[in-house]
């Protein structure tokens, strides 16, 4: 705290001349230590918003990288067939720094002036109430998830799949690094979901702080990644709440090139029918294990069963991807 209240010589140090620091917690003196640390509030912002990402994003795939490496968890693994290879990993990896580096960084770099055009709160101190932040970020869930779902199923449209989002659809059965594997476009179009959900909360309501911004964009990253996982755990979360969409219900958009759009959530996929073919899958395999069990087929050909079944989806999405690719339009 002495660190906080001792003369800094800073051109920082009015920003809280009327700020009581003894009321403030640990994380709160630590953020205004890290905002003391610039001349420049919005270099501050640029950079903690870079290094957040960075190290949410490698740092929720990290654990993943290991499971993949580990045999015994294969029988969790959506596609148990289809294990990435540490060059898929690394190929993956180039292009998601690349990505970064070059078409994100200047961007938060411009976040700072953009964020105070729009109200958001950057710099201030004490942060907002728990039970604030936990309604916000709420909506901006549900914001996020809708305009997804809609941006997503343009991305599908012949012209854009082929010259976009065909990136992103490489893996068939996708892998945490490969949640941020797309075209800049998409990572551009896609991010105005996310980012864009608080900006216009904060310009109707002008109560917002960066802070409840950034405990959003970890739980979103988190959502992102564990949904390109490719594993479906008994503890998964969306064995906890059936709505939440998780890595069984994106796996099949990869897998089969088609239905499940949305993000977060499974509902706007079933209200508007955009889950059936995925639906009629799960079905259908459950069905046929169910079969196999009966009749006392082992855990291997049991196993063998879904591959099939897994082989003929896939096939079915080729074969509309090809078609969506050879819709020209321009
Ligand atoms: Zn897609
Ligand atoms: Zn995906």
């Given at each position: 705290m002495s660190n906080v209240t001792a003369p800094i010589h800073r051109a920082t140090e009015f920003l809280y001349s009327d700020v009581d620091f003894t009321s403030l917690n640990w994380l709160e003196l630590k953020w205004a230590q890290w905002y003391l640390l610039f001349d420049d509030p919005a270099i501050a912002t640029g950079l903690m918003s870079f290094l957040l990402h960075e190290i949410v994003y490698f740092g929720r795939c990290i654990p993943w990288i290991i499971i993949d490496a580990i045999p015994y968890f294969r029988r969790w693994k959506l596609q148990p067939n289809k294990v990435p290879t540490a060059l898929d990993e690394w190929e993956c990896t180039k292009l998601v720094l690349f990505s970064h580096f070059t078409i994100e960084l200047p961007q938060i770099w411009f976040f700072h002036p953009i964020a105070e055009y729009f109200g958001l709160a950057t710099?201030?101190?004490?942060?907002?109430h728990w039970r604030t932040m936990f309604g916000q970020i709420a909506l901006f869930f549900i914001f996020e998830d809708f305009f997804h779902y809609c941006a997503h199923q343009l991305m599908h449209y012949g012209p854009l799949y082929k010259h976009i989002h065909k990136i992103h659809h490489k893996?068939?059965?996708?892998?945490?690094?490969?949640?941020?594997?797309?075209h800049p476009i998409e990572v551009l179009v896609l991010g105005m979901g996310t980012i864009g959900g608080p900006l216009i909360y904060c310009y109707f309501t002008r109560s917002l702080h960066i802070f409840t911004v950034y405990i959003w964009v970890t739980l979103r990253l988190f959502q992102a990644v564990d949904s390109h996982s490719g594993y479906d755990f008994p503890w998964s979360l969306q064995h906890i709440l059936p709505f939440w969409a998780g890595a069984e219900h994106h796996d099949y958009h990869h897998m089969a090139f088609m239905d499940n759009f949305a993000s977060s959530f499974r509902y706007l996929d079933f209200i508007f029918g955009t889950d059936e073919r995925y639906r009629a899958h799960k079905a259908r395999l459950r069905k046929a294990k169910e079969a196999a069990k009966q009749r006392g087929a082992t855990h291997e050909e049991q196993a063998a069963i879904e591959r099939t079944l897994n082989e003929e989806s896939e096939k079915v999405g080729l074969a509309a991807e090809a078609e969506a690719e050879a819709k020209r339009l321009w």
């Open positions: 710099w201030q101190i004490p942060f907002p893996y068939s059965a996708p892998f945490g690094l490969a949640a941020e594997y797309s």
